[in-house]
Structures are given as structure tokens and as C-alpha cells.
């Protein structure tokens, strides 16, 4: 009987993950990561009054942020027992949890509460983020890339609205009273339920791939793929941290620093979209190439350049730095074989450890060089990165 059931289950995820690009599924996963993201995004708008609440100091207010990324260091463990109980469910149950936790922390009565609410979000962020593109791969049909660009652009536009909309709830409902507006996390995970009901994504026989297995089986793309995110990683970090103290730096406008950082993010928001797209008619590694050798050159410019021209080149800058996340997802998906979501746990879990790192190294770069420096030398680490693109599979 047991096997009885297994067989019918394997046969409805083949008939599931055939080649029709799902549209409407695609843009229901993308909203979901948008309102998914809002919720994981309160944290820094609300740190000032929770600091103010708890009288937290300053390392206890930092530590804040690194206790809800601690479960991105699971991220492959994450993605194994997705992988074995359902992809679906955890996706499902992400938006709701997060929503529910994230909207707490307002009536977190002391600095312990706040810890468990905030680890139980970057939980609940692992669970969504880590098996969700395995989801997006099985209902793109032969345009991944496009169905990555469209799920990711979910994510970027959060980035930039989720701060607003945090201050505004709390401006209408108070700090200790924004806790119903949870209500969207539950509804979307309700939503997505009835969305994705007779959508069932399993795994064919994930339990005969280990954690070390997966990772032989994808080290071949996943140890390039880490060598570009290093190289990247440099660029994004000196521009996504620092670009307003920067800009406040040279003009003396700390408004327009944060302008920039706004022309920043929607020129990533713009690159992100496209990118997939592109990547599924010209090839994943042609779509890399050009971003990787647009990038160092137009933060080259950024920081040469005095005239208004400069925010033409930001544009760019932000345009193929941030493009090339969804062309990456894509790669990992292509090429995963029997467990699909700790693949991508694994490319998740090295993108964080890098990011993490390279922001500390960013800064104090800065400390020791200047600003202006750090920029310069960032795009020139950028360039290594370009030929570890030819250590990439070839496109298929």
C-alpha cells in the first residue's frame, strides 16, 4: 500500500512539473515573497523604539539582527527535510508564521521574548526562501529564468516598501498595538493553500540523497557560483551599506544619499526582472558575463564622475549588480538532481556567509582607506569574478 501511494505521488509530480510556463502561479508566489518580505524587513525601522522600549544597547540591538540569520547557516538541513516532507507546506506556512512573529515584537514584554520571536522569524524566512525556487523551477516549464526574475522582483520591491510600511502601522496603531496587521501573513498563507492545493511537488526519491551527496553532486556549480558572490559581493555591500554616508560624504546631502540609495534599488528592482528573461533566450552564462562586466566598470564610473552623470551610472550600477540572483537561482535549479531544495539551501546559506563577511571587510576598508577608495578597489575585485563564470556548466 505504502508503495502503492508513493508510486501515485511520484506520478502526480511528474504530471505536475511539466513544460507549461504558469503564469498565474508565478505571479502568486511573487506577490507572496512581497508581502513574505515586508514582514522580515520591520526590524531596522522599528530598531529606535525597540532599543528605546527595552533600554537595549547598542550590542545587544545588533545582535538583534544576527539571531534572526542564525537559520540561514542551516539553510541545506532546511532544504533536506523540505525536500522529504513537502515542498509546498513549507512555503504555505512561511508568509503566516513570519507575519505572526515579526508583528509581535512591538508587545515583546523584555530582551529575551524579543530573541525567540525574532529567531522564530529567521526561521520561518529559511522555510520560505530556501524551497520556494525549487517551487518556481517545477511551475516555469522551459522559462525558469523568467519565472526566478518575476519571484525575485517580489523580494526587491519589499526591500524598498517594507520599512514604509512598518513606520506607517505604527504610526496608525502604535508600537504595542501594530500586531493585527499579522492578519495579511495569515491570509496570504491561507491564499496560497487555495492556490497551490492541487499542486503537489515532491521529490523523487529524496531520501537516497544526503546532505554530503548534494553537495558533491553540485560543487561543480555551487564552488564558481560562491568565487562570484565573494567578487560581487564587494560591489553590493559597499553600495547597499553605504552609498547615502557616501554620497553624504562627497555633496555634504545626506537626502541625497538616500535618493540614491533609492535610484539604487529600483534600478536593481528593473535588472532583476529582466535578467531570467534574458537569460532563457541568450543563456545563463552569456546574461552573467555582461552584468559581471558591466558592473565594476559602471561603479568605476560612479565614483569618477562629478556631473549628474553619475546617477546615470548609479542606475546602471544597480541594474547589473543586483540582476544576476535570479540567472544563479536558475543555474542551481537546472542542474539540482534528487534534492532540489537543499541544493538551493546550499547556495542560500554560502550567499549569506558571504554577504555577512564582505560587509564587515567593506567597512573596515573604509575606516582604513576612505569611502572613495574602498568604491574603487571593490570594482576591481569585482573583475575576478568574471572568469570564474567559464568554470559554469555550459547552457543547455
Request: aromatic share 10%; no cysteine.
Amino acid at each position: 500500500m505504502i508503495s502503492e501511494n508513493t508510486n501515485s505521488t511520484k506520478i502526480k509530480e511528474q504530471s505536475s512539473a511539466s513544460g507549461q510556463y504558469k503564469g498565474g502561479l508565478i505571479l502568486a508566489l511573487s506577490f507572496t515573497h512581497f508581502l513574505h518580505d515586508i514582514y522580515s524587513s520591520f526590524l531596522a525601522p522599528l530598531l529606535p523604539l525597540l532599543i528605546k522600549k527595552l533600554s537595549m544597547s547598542l550590542s545587544e540591538a545588533g545582535f538583534l539582527s544576527t539571531v534572526m540569520q542564525i537559520p540561514a547557516l542551516l539553510n541545506p538541513y532546511i532544504g533536506k527535510i523540505a525536500d522529504r516532507v513537502s515542498v509546498r507546506l513549507f512555503i504555505v506556512l512561511a508568509p503566516g508564521l513570519t507575519g505572526a512573529s515579526m508583528s509581535l515584537i512591538g508587545i515583546a514584554p523584555n530582551y529575551a521574548v524579543l530573541l525567540v520571536l525574532l529567531l522564530v522569524a529567521g526561521i520561518s524566512v529559511s522555510l520560505f526562501h530556501v524551497p520556494a525556487p525549487v517551487m518556481v523551477s517545477r511551475v516555469s516549464g522551459t522559462k525558469m529564468g523568467r519565472g526566478m526574475s518575476y519571484f525575485m522582483t517580489g523580494g526587491e520591491l519589499a526591500r524598498t516598501l517594507g520599512p514604509l510600511a512598518a513606520v506607517g502601522a505604527v504610526s496608525v496603531f502604535g508600537l504595542e498595538g501594530f500586531y493585527p496587521v499579522m492578519i495579511v501573513g495569515l491570509a496570504a498563507s491561507g491564499w496560497l493553500f487555495l492556490k497551490f492545493r492541487d499542486v503537489s511537488i515532491t521529490i523523487e526519491n529524496p531520501e537516497d540523497t544526503s546532505i554530503r551527496k548534494t553537495w558533491r553532486e553540485m560543487r561543480f556549480i555551487l564552488l564558481p557560483l560562491a568565487g562570484i558572490l565573494v567578487a560581487r559581493g564587494f560591489m553590493h555591500a559597499s553600495m547597499a551599506a553605504f552609498l547615502p554616508t557616501f554620497i553624504k560624504e562627497e555633496t555634504g546631502n545626506l537626502w541625497l544619499g538616500g535618493t540614491a540609495l533609492t535610484l539604487f534599488e529600483f534600478s536593481g528592482v528593473v535588472g532583476v526582472m529582466s535578467a531570467g528573461s534574458l537569460s532563457d533566450h541568450f543563456g545563463r552564462r552569456k546574461v552573467l558575463l555582461v552584468s559581471l562586466l558591466a558592473a565594476p566598470f559602471m561603479l568605476f564610473l560612479f565614483v569618477w564622475l562629478r556631473s549628474w552623470l553619475r546617477f546615470i551610472a548609479l542606475m546602471f550600477t544597480g541594474l547589473s549588480i543586483l540582476s544576476t540572483t535570479p540567472v544563479m537561482l536558475a543555474l542551481v535549479q537546472e542542474h539540482a538532481k534528487g534534492s532540489p531544495s537543499a541544493a538551493n539551501g546550499f547556495f542560500m546559506m554560502i550567499s549569506f556567509l558571504a554577504r555577512s563577511a564582505i560587509v564587515v571587510v567593506v567597512g573596515f576598508l573604509g575606516d582604513l582607506v576612505g569611502l572613495r577608495n574602498t568604491y574603487l578597489i571593490s570594482s576591481f575585485l569585482g573583475v575576478l569574478g568574471i572568469p570564474l563564470i567559464f568554470a559554469l556548466p555550459k547552457d543547455k
